[in-house]
């Protein structure tokens, strides 16, 4: 399955969690979803922004993030912004058409 920003857009505003081992997990917010392509491009660009309440940021790196809906999907957070309201994450996809 190709993802593309409108497979995500119905879930702004849910829930994903990255599971560690041992029942510990994080919980991720989706906030936004950005879809930066153009018609004559031969990809599919978007980007996924999501938040944690956690106070410690996790490196940047591959995670298994699992959402009530969808299946698990491997995919390469980012952190990007650290608050005392907890860290926000990005992920940015490339996608052929």
């Known amino acids: 399955m190709t993802f ?3 497979h995500f857009l119905p879930h702004v505003g849910s829930q994903f969690s990255i599971p560690f081992g041992d029942g510990l997990s ?3 917010t ?3 979803v950005k879809d930066s392509t153009t018609a004559s491009s031969p990809y599919h660009f978007f980007s996924l ?3 944690s309440n ?3 940021a996790l490196p ?3 995670y298994a993030l699992q959402h009530a809906s969808l299946a698990t ?3 390469f957070l980012v952190p990007f ?3 005392e309201r907890g860290v926000s994450y990005s992920a940015t996809f490339s996608v052929e058409k």
Request: no cysteine; proline share 0%.
């Open 73 to 75: 999907q491997e995919i």
């Open 60 to 62: 940047q790196g591959i």
């Open 4 to 6: 593309t920003a409108a």
């Open 81 to 83: 912004s650290k608050t």
């Open 26 to 28: 994080l919980t991720l």
């Open 30 to 32: 989706l906030d936004d």
């Open 54 to 56: 956690a106070s410690t």
């Open 49 to 51: 922004n999501f938040s």
